[in-house]
């Protein structure tokens, strides 16, 4: 296809996902205005604030050559029977050598700290929660700013929340004083729980999310053909459109099994303005185990297509505006399998005669990529091995409810 | 071509989310409805075992790693929120 061809088929679709996303903020304010006029009239029987609980976990990822992993705490309280704040606070650490570090550049280590605080006012059946969140590391600064309203109604068997984030993100590379660019994403989000039965509850969840800016990681490169070098292949930075905007939609039901287990199904399907279409199913089961434990599997489906300006091997240098070598672009799939066990501790072994729990959770997660090459792997350009990797994923966490 | 296809997808999903609002319109008109499961048959679904949430903090850490692993993102219904880690 020719250059100017794309550009306007870019141009199409990002104007259809603006109407999209122009419709998407109107139904946004208009059942906004509803909620407002819901909360001003009042309602005869009120919601309650979830009760104050405080969680620390520690976590930890190792696949595909990185290992990331750090402490976390989320502390919620209420004040009052109306207001609740809540505060989280969470670490990486990251120690990266994955395969296209490896293949173009040397393996680093680095720390990303996030931070977010958050505030929730109830009045009858309204929850109204802000947040402001942050989260840095040496070359990336990311701020955020989220607003989320909800509403009981249909005799409690409805919960409408609507919400919308602005999110800002200053990014440097490390090495080089004079880089210095920003995106901003906007995300608005819509949600409805429906009681169907007195086992059986279903939610639907609805996300558009609007990128603009800087989008690139700024240390990746793409590989092209280039016979001029002795390996054959040569290499340029990637080129990333400056925006990207995506709509998600969420399907799920929740199923009480009359033996007291329950199982989770949920389907979501997504699609964005670089062409990337994606869905994922996740199936999860969890019941207790004598009277202290509860047990939990969960398997779970992706795939995705590629972006439209992937490719793993550039026939030549600068062979089109838009240059991605990014995995996370390229098609491929994943499958996790996971299980996870809860210890609910006797309030005699617990703080203070308080509840609390223990759990353990490990996922192991299976990429395979169907047009990411291994350059590490040896063979001829292009025709290297397809990628692969596994990661297990294990989060340990305490959680006390006071 | 491809723009039609997409094009269809999203004039479901956006009749989806009209028919909610419009739903949600009946709603805050304090229209009689008769819930069908009544507060006091609701305790299967109170019970903690079918709790999304009971674990918000492994939540936030699933669709973080997720968030970062996958081009997909938005409407988890939990955490994740975005981040530059690769």
Same mark, same amino acid.
């Not at chain 1, 505060?87 to 173009?104: E, H, N, P, Q």
């Not at chain 1, 977010?116 to 942050?134: A, C, F, V």
């Not at chain 1, 590989?223 to 998600?248: H, I, K, L």
């Not at chain 1, 599997?297 to 990014?326: C, G, H, I, M, P």
């Given at each position: 296809?020719?250059?100017?061809?794309?550009?306007?088929?870019?141009?199409?679709?990002?104007?259809?996902?603006?109407?999209?996303?122009?419709?998407?903020?109107?139904?946004?304010?208009?059942?906004?205005?509803?909620?407002?006029?819901?909360?001003?009239?009042?309602?005869?029987?009120?919601?309650?604030?979830?009760?104050?609980?405080?969680?620390?976990?520690?976590?930890?990822?190792?696949?595909?050559?990185?290992?990331?992993?750090?402490?976390?705490?989320?502390?919620?309280?209420?004040?009052?029977?109306?207001?609740?704040?809540?505060?989280?606070?969470?670490?990486?650490?990251?120690?990266?050598?994955?395969?296209?570090?490896?293949?173009?550049?040397?393996?680093?280590?680095?720390?990303?700290?996030?931070?977010?605080?958050?505030?929730?006012?109830?009045?009858?059946?309204?929850?109204?929660?802000?947040?402001?969140?942050?989260?840095?590391?040496?070359?990336?600064?990311?701020?955020?700013?989220?607003?989320?309203?909800?509403?009981?109604?249909?005799?409690?068997?409805?919960?409408?929340?609507?919400?919308?984030?602005?999110?800002?993100?200053?990014?440097?590379?490390?090495?080089?004083?004079?880089?210095?660019?920003?995106?901003?994403?906007?995300?608005?989000?819509?949600?409805?729980?429906?009681?169907?039965?007195?086992?059986?509850?279903?939610?639907?969840?609805?996300?558009?999310?609007?990128?603009?800016?800087?989008?690139?990681?700024?240390?990746?490169?793409?590989?092209?053909?280039?016979?001029?070098?002795?390996?054959?292949?040569?290499?340029?930075?990637?080129?990333?459109?400056?925006?990207?905007?995506?709509?998600?939609?969420?399907?799920?039901? !929740?199923?009480?099994?009359? &033996? %007291?287990? #329950?199982?989770?199904?949920?389907? $979501?399907?997504?699609?964005? *303005?670089?062409?990337? /279409?994606?869905?994922?199913?996740?199936?999860?089961?969890?019941?207790?185990?004598?009277?202290?434990?509860?047990?939990?599997?969960?398997?779970?489906?992706?795939?995705?297509?590629?972006?439209?300006?992937? !490719?793993?091997?550039?026939? &030549? %240098?600068? #062979?089109?505006?838009?240059?991605? $070598?990014?995995?996370?672009? *390229?098609?491929?799939? /994943?499958?996790?399998?996971?299980?996870?066990?809860?210890?609910?501790?006797?309030?005699?072994?617990?703080?203070?005669?308080?509840?609390?729990?223990?759990?353990?959770?490990?996922?192991?997660?299976?990429?395979?990529?169907?047009?990411?090459?291994?350059?590490?792997?040896?063979?001829?350009?292009?025709?290297?091995?397809?990628?692969?990797?596994?990661?297990?994923?294990?989060?340990?966490?305490?959680?006390?409810?006071? | 071509?491809?723009?039609?296809?997409?094009?269809?997808?999203?004039?479901?999903?956006?009749?989806?989310?009209?028919?909610?609002?419009?739903?949600?319109?009946?709603?805050?008109?304090?229209?009689?409805?008769?819930?069908?499961?009544?507060?006091?048959?609701?305790?299967?679904?109170?019970?903690?075992?079918?709790?999304?949430?009971?674990?918000?903090?492994?939540?936030?850490?699933?669709?973080?790693?997720?968030?970062?692993?996958?081009?997909?993102?938005?409407?988890?219904?939990?955490?994740?929120?975005?981040?530059?880690?690769?």
């Amino acid at each position: 296809m020719l250059k100017e061809q794309a550009v306007v088929v870019v141009a199409v679709i990002n104007m259809r996902i603006s109407s999209i996303l122009s419709s998407f903020a109107f139904s946004f304010v208009f059942i906004m205005c509803l909620l407002t006029l819901n909360v001003v009239s009042g309602s005869a029987e009120a919601a309650v604030l979830q009760e104050d609980r405080i969680d620390v976990l520690y976590h930890s990822y190792d696949g595909g050559g990185m290992n990331i992993d750090g402490p976390s705490i989320l502390l919620r309280k209420k004040i009052g029977e109306t207001l609740a704040v809540s505060a989280y606070y969470y670490v990486d650490t990251i120690s990266s050598a994955s395969v296209d570090v490896m293949s173009t550049a040397s393996p680093y280590e680095e720390d990303r700290n996030e931070a977010q605080l958050g505030l929730e006012y109830l009045h009858e059946k309204t929850i109204i929660d802000l947040s402001i969140r942050q989260s840095d590391e040496d070359d990336y600064l990311g701020k955020s700013i989220n607003l989320n309203i909800s509403q009981d109604t249909f005799g409690d068997l409805t919960n409408l929340s609507l919400g919308i984030a602005y999110g800002d993100n200053e990014i440097k590379r490390n090495g080089d004083e004079i880089f210095a660019e920003q995106s901003q994403q906007y995300r608005l989000k819509f949600g409805l729980s429906q009681i169907l039965t007195r086992n059986l509850a279903m939610n639907l969840n609805f996300e558009a999310v609007a990128d603009e800016g800087y989008l690139n990681n700024p240390y990746r490169t793409v590989r092209y053909v280039d016979n001029n070098q002795p390996a054959g292949v040569g290499y340029q930075s990637e080129v990333y459109p400056n925006t990207r905007n995506s709509f998600a939609s969420k399907i799920s039901a !929740s199923y009480y099994l009359p &033996y %007291r287990a #329950a199982i989770f199904l949920h389907y $979501r399907y997504f699609s964005d *303005s670089w062409e990337i /279409d994606a869905s994922d199913v996740e199936l999860s089961y969890r019941q207790p185990i004598a009277e202290s434990f509860e047990i939990e599997f969960k398997v779970r489906y992706y795939q995705q297509t590629q972006a439209s300006f992937y !490719s793993d091997l550039f026939e &030549y %240098r600068d #062979a089109q505006n838009y240059l991605a $070598r990014d995995k996370e672009l *390229s098609e491929f799939d /994943d499958i996790t399998l996971g299980v996870g066990l809860t210890y609910l501790v006797p309030s005699k072994y617990s703080f203070g005669d308080l509840r609390s729990e223990a759990s353990l959770q490990w996922d192991y997660i299976k990429f395979d990529y169907n047009n990411f090459r291994d350059p590490t792997a040896g063979g001829g350009i292009g025709t290297e091995p397809l990628y692969g990797f596994s990661a297990n994923v294990i989060r340990i966490f305490y959680s006390l409810y006071f | 071509m491809f723009t039609s296809k997409k094009s269809s997808k999203k004039t479901v999903l956006l009749s989806v989310l009209v028919y909610f609002s419009l739903l949600s319109l009946s709603g805050c008109s304090s229209l009689a409805i008769e819930p069908w499961v009544k507060p006091y048959e609701r305790q299967n679904l109170a019970d903690p075992i079918m709790s999304t949430s009971r674990h918000p903090i492994a939540n936030m850490h699933v669709a973080h790693v997720y968030e970062a692993r996958e081009s997909s993102r938005g409407a988890e219904g939990t955490g994740g929120g975005g981040c530059g880690c690769n």
